[in-house]
């Protein structure tokens, strides 16, 4: 039974990783739903995933070295970077890690469920929009939670820090002199993000794109819309690099710039192109 089991395990991903697109959205899938995994809804997967790259648009990618990344660079008029777990790393398994540790620092005891579920209604409450405000999470926490808000700041500018094999990459495209530009989903305002790049030691951008700035979200596209819109340049000009699978690659190839997937953890580089 186990070696039956071995051998659709080893026949799965070779079909998955016969082509790398394909590979990491059933990774993605597989993370996304671990708690309530079923062979048959991966298998399942797996053949939506064949049948649409093989009939509605094959999309292939190609693993890259620092090196050749810095060539490919070269092609493209604007260069843009995701933020975190890109630029910048923190310390934690989850983003919500840093609520348990404010929750410790600051004596706070039950701050981090508080915060959770403040920025799950401010969600709620601003569902007409793409994107809230770090401002409109606050609004929903109770006293004495409601107070730390400036301390949630500090501890994000405590914590991060770059990442290494990235900050190479920028700063060799610095040294090109390309147009570069930052792009990030995030509730935290661009002055912060701004103040969280300066102080790793990331400068020379063109400009930053921040969710709870302009009100789009990579996520939806929209706010890739709205760069190609704004910068006034053709979206094959463009090379964006960051982690997230869906809203760094898939919404920013469907609108027609081309991405490259940072796998961190792997070290990998995969860039696809329209």
């Not at 620092?66 to 630029?87: A, G, P």
């Not at 709620?124 to 730390?148: H, V």
């Not at 710039?257 to 990998?268: A, H, P, R, T």
């Amino acid at each position: 039974m186990q070696k039956t089991q071995r051998a659709m395990k080893n026949l799965y991903w070779k079909l998955a990783d016969y082509n790398m697109y394909i590979g990491i959205q059933c990774r993605e899938y597989q993370k996304r739903h671990r708690d309530h995994f079923m062979i048959i809804m991966k298998w399942w997967f797996l053949c939506k995933c064949l049948v649409k790259n093989q009939f509605v648009g094959k999309h292939k990618g190609s693993y890259l070295t620092e090196e050749e990344i810095l060539k490919k660079v070269k092609e493209y008029e604007i260069i843009s970077f995701d933020v975190f777990d890109t630029l910048l790393i923190r310390p934690y398994d989850k983003p919500t890690d840093l609520f348990y540790e404010l929750e410790q620092k600051c004596d706070m005891h039950g701050f981090a469920i508080k915060r959770i579920e403040a920025e799950r209604k401010a969600r709620q409450k601003y569902k007409a929009y793409e994107e809230i405000n770090l401002k409109q999470i606050y609004e929903m926490m109770e006293s004495p939670f409601n107070q730390l808000q400036r301390q949630e700041i500090e501890l994000e500018k405590e914590i991060v820090e770059p990442n290494k094999s990235i900050k190479n990459i920028y700063d060799e495209i610095i040294k090109m002199k390309k147009r570069l530009i930052i792009t990030s989903d995030m509730y935290l305002s661009k002055d912060i993000i701004r103040s969280l790049l300066q102080v790793n030691g990331y400068n020379g951008y063109e400009d930053i794109f921040v969710s709870s700035d302009v009100g789009f979200t990579k996520n939806s596209g929209n706010m890739y819309s709205y760069i190609i819109k704004k910068m006034d340049e053709d979206p094959q000009n463009y090379l964006h690099i960051g982690d997230n699978f869906y809203s760094d690659g898939n919404a920013c190839w469907k609108c027609g710039m081309n991405y490259l997937y940072v796998d961190s953890k792997k070290g990998d580089y995969i860039i696809f192109e329209n």
